[in-house]
């Protein structure tokens, strides 16, 4: 075996020089420690409260009840005061049509005139020679002789039925129409409803979900910063490990309680949608495995506008207007009515003995009434109805275009959405990988703190992004179910 001889007095210099620097970085190390202030305390994130998303199982945990977002959307369908003011229109409209069409009905009126003469004109009209005594008439010769009562009173019984009327035909004819409208009205509100209420509800879940986030990424920054601090006094790390680490928590921590005050408005907003009482409480609960499970939809289908509701309000509308034309152009139809009148006739001069005697009296017949020249207002009025159904028809074609505006905008965010949900989900797994092995090299001193800071950083932003891409993609499937038709209520 060759021996390497090594010349020790040589290497006198290098030995010398390595010392004298192991020194300097000893003294330079310990200059500061005694610089960097020791904390105070160290924050123990893992007691900081937070709310989490809950579930049934843990319902009345805090002293509230928990509602799903069916319960929710339940809920709202009866107290949301917009919903129930477009319910008692409808019932208002149901009552205007019976007023409207009570004139079909036979119209009794009864009415009556007591008179009393304060003075009274003498002359009398006679063509012959005779006396008169109350309310008989005597006489000789070829004239008679009549005199007036001081006192009269007659009533009368009043009976009148439509037999035909260009009015009370178009009111007949456009009353299921305008039920049918207002009825539209409070499906509209309905569907807006549904939507609004999801869209918020899932907005309280993902401010939620961004808390819960926020926590975890909290509580491994405390977890870091005590790590850090511990190898900084014990002269593992440098100072500038420890102050990034209080940095980054920081700045999580700020995250956390804005996270936390943002959704104090966010269930006010939700409650006001239902129509909660403000100074009542509610958590939200949802199950996962069916959110994930909703967030499917057939994206084949093509857009049916007869089943929007602005379709089925705009061919009311039309309806509506034909039957204005159409009365319009009958309003030549004569108004025939049915009447019949009984009277009983009081009169006497002393007013004590005035209903001593009665004289009835009835009659009987036919009114009819012919429209023969209006100054061709009819005309004019028909012209007009018809301008307004060319209005009515160009509102349809418009109203194609911004459905058709509304189905594909919501098809391409959902297919965007869903495929930005689909990469998120990958990108936590992949940052969630990342982070733990950089943390352990960190730990074993293969790499700086700053990849540690990196890694941090790329996992909270990518379950961030997750989070969002999952409530983005849930609410663009309901843009995208009534664009297309299809929410249920």
């Excluded at 990034?244 to 943002?262: F, R, Y």
């Excluded at 209006?374 to 209005?391: D, P, Y």
Aim: glycine share 6%; proline share 4%.
């Amino acid at each position: 075996m060759t021996r390497i001889p090594i010349n020790i007095y040589g290497l006198k210099p290098f030995l010398f020089a390595g010392l004298l620097s192991l020194s300097l970085s000893a003294s330079a190390q310990n200059i500061k420690k005694k610089q960097t202030p020791v904390p105070e305390n160290v924050p123990d994130t893992p007691t900081v409260g937070f709310p989490v998303i809950p579930n049934a199982t843990d319902a009345g945990k805090n002293g509230g009840e928990y509602l799903t977002l069916k319960q929710c959307i339940d809920y709202a369908l009866i107290h949301q005061p917009a919903l129930n003011k477009a319910l008692i229109n409808t019932d208002i409209t149901r009552t205007t049509n019976s007023i409207n069409l009570a004139a079909w009905l036979p119209q009794v009126n009864a009415n009556g005139n007591l008179i009393h003469y304060i003075q009274q004109s003498n002359s009398n009209i006679s063509t012959g020679v005779g006396t008169s005594t109350g309310s008989t008439t005597t006489g000789s010769g070829t004239g008679t002789v009549r005199s007036s009562y001081s006192n009269t009173f007659i009533p009368e019984l009043a009976v009148s039925q439509a037999i035909l009327s260009p009015g009370l035909l178009y009111a007949a004819k456009s009353a299921p129409l305008l039920v049918k409208q207002a009825q539209q009205v409070t499906d509209s509100t309905k569907i807006f409803l549904v939507s609004a209420v999801s869209k918020s509800f899932y907005n309280v879940l993902l401010t939620l979900q961004q808390i819960n986030v926020l926590k975890e990424d909290t509580a491994r920054l405390g977890k870091n910063l005590r790590d850090a601090y511990h190898q900084y006094k014990g002269g593992i790390v440098d100072e500038t490990d420890y102050l990034q680490a209080t940095i980054t928590l920081n700045n999580s921590v700020a995250q956390l309680k804005q996270a936390n005050e943002n959704i104090i408005p966010q269930y006010a907003a939700l409650k006001q949608l239902m129509g909660y009482e403000p100074e009542k409480n509610f958590n939200v609960s949802i199950d996962t495995v069916q959110m994930m499970a909703d967030i499917q939809i057939d994206t084949t289908r093509q857009l049916e506008y007869e089943k929007r509701i602005e379709y089925k309000q705009i061919q009311t509308r039309k309806d509506l207007q034909s039957q204005l034309t159409s009365y319009y152009k009958y309003a030549y139809l004569p108004t025939i009515s049915g009447f019949f009148n009984y009277s009983l006739q009081y009169a006497n001069n002393n007013f004590s003995n005035l209903f001593s005697r009665s004289y009835p009296s009835s009659i009987v017949g036919v009114s009819l009434s012919i429209p023969i020249f209006t100054g061709f207002a009819r005309l004019h009025n028909i012209h007009k109805s018809q301008l307004q159904e060319q209005i009515v028809h160009w509102d349809e074609v418009d109203l194609k275009s911004q459905l058709y505006k509304e189905y594909t905008s919501g098809l391409a965010s959902y297919k965007s959405n869903l495929f930005g949900f689909n990469v998120q989900r990958k990108n936590v797994a992949m940052a969630r990988r990342v982070y733990f092995v950089v943390n352990l090299q960190y730990k074993q001193g293969v790499v700086a703190y700053l990849n540690v800071i990196t890694a941090e950083s790329n996992l909270i932003t990518a379950e961030i992004n997750y989070t969002n891409s999952l409530f983005q993609l849930l609410s663009s499937k309901i843009d995208l179910e009534k664009a297309m038709g299809d929410i249920t209520y």
